[in-house]
């Protein structure tokens, strides 16, 4: 629903998006989670609107449901804390979050359409809530310096505290230019040169480039070489966290009931 993020793709094969209402969501749950006999759902979207969370949510405490689940979403002023608090109390358990940068002029090339308050007020409740979150780093955005890539490292190493929980996840992802994105009409705005690629890499969906702006591919890579050793050294739960979500989302399940220590 939001769709206006520079580097993203996702919104582009598929430009018509057609929501269910939360009411719908609600009996695909319920309905499967009979069928299969399970209480674990993840929801594959890559974001979904705060109402519609809120709604089918209440419908689950009200029902008193066993239905467990997590979701990607984005930092909105409409996850205050009684909306977090209802999502928990309606089966969430992790909450997958966008952040990409803390540095203002990065997220505004971006258009992630963020801000950095909103970001640390609804880490603070999730937090204070027992909603676990996995946290999404974008390294090497195209005209992003190095100094502005370590005001990043500042923010996450400053919201330690919030951050550093049991089940607490930071995919740390390289930039890549890819053919759906919206940056893709747009190279010379971010001086950007696409490259032919090798024979054997035709149908790759990201493409090569080299930038006149920001770091080159080389300072990126160190610079992302950086960030995993930063999360290495100041993040406990980072080094024993499995690679995959639907893992940590199992192994949080098995933590809250009591099932690890």
């Known amino acids: ?52 969370m809120k709604t089918f949510s209440k419908l689950i405490k009200m029902n008193n449901d066993n239905i467990k689940w997590y979701t990607f979403a984005r930092f909105e002023k ?41 970001v640390k007020r609804i880490l603070g409740d999730c937090s204070k809530l027992g909603i676990s979150i996995r946290l999404g780093v974008l390294v090497g955005f ?38 759906d994105s919206a940056i893709n009409n747009k190279y ?3 001086k950007i040169k696409i490259l032919d690629p090798p024979p054997d890499e035709d ?14 591919l080389k300072e990126s890579e160190l610079q992302y070489q950086k960030y995993v050793g930063f999360f290495i050294n100041n993040f406990h739960a980072y080094k024993k966290m499995p690679d995959n979500k639907a893992h940590i989302f199992l192994y949080k399940n098995y933590f809250d009931e009591g099932g690890l220590s």
């Open 203 to 216: 149908l790759e969906r990201d493409q090569h480039f080299i930038i006149d702006l920001g770091m080159n």
């Open 1 to 52: 629903y939001y769709g206006k993020c520079a580097f993203c793709a996702h919104c582009y094969p598929n430009k018509e998006r057609r929501n269910k209402r939360p009411e719908q969501v609600y009996n695909a749950l319920n309905s499967l989670s009979k069928k299969y006999n399970t209480p674990y759902f993840s929801f594959n979207d890559e974001c979904i609107e705060p109402y519609c």
């Open 142 to 179: 195209p005209g992003e310096t190095k100094e502005e890539s370590e005001v990043t490292l500042e923010f996450l190493k400053e919201n330690n505290s919030l951050l550093d929980q049991n089940f607490f996840a930071p995919p740390i992802s390289r930039y890549k230019l890819l053919h």
């Open 78 to 118: 409409e996850l205050d804390y009684s909306t977090l608090k209802t999502l928990r109390e309606g089966g969430c358990k992790i909450l997958m979050f966008g952040l990409e940068s803390a540095n203002e002029n990065v997220l505004q090339r971006m258009k992630k359409g963020i801000s950095l308050p909103i």
């Open 188 to 190: 010379s705005e971010f």
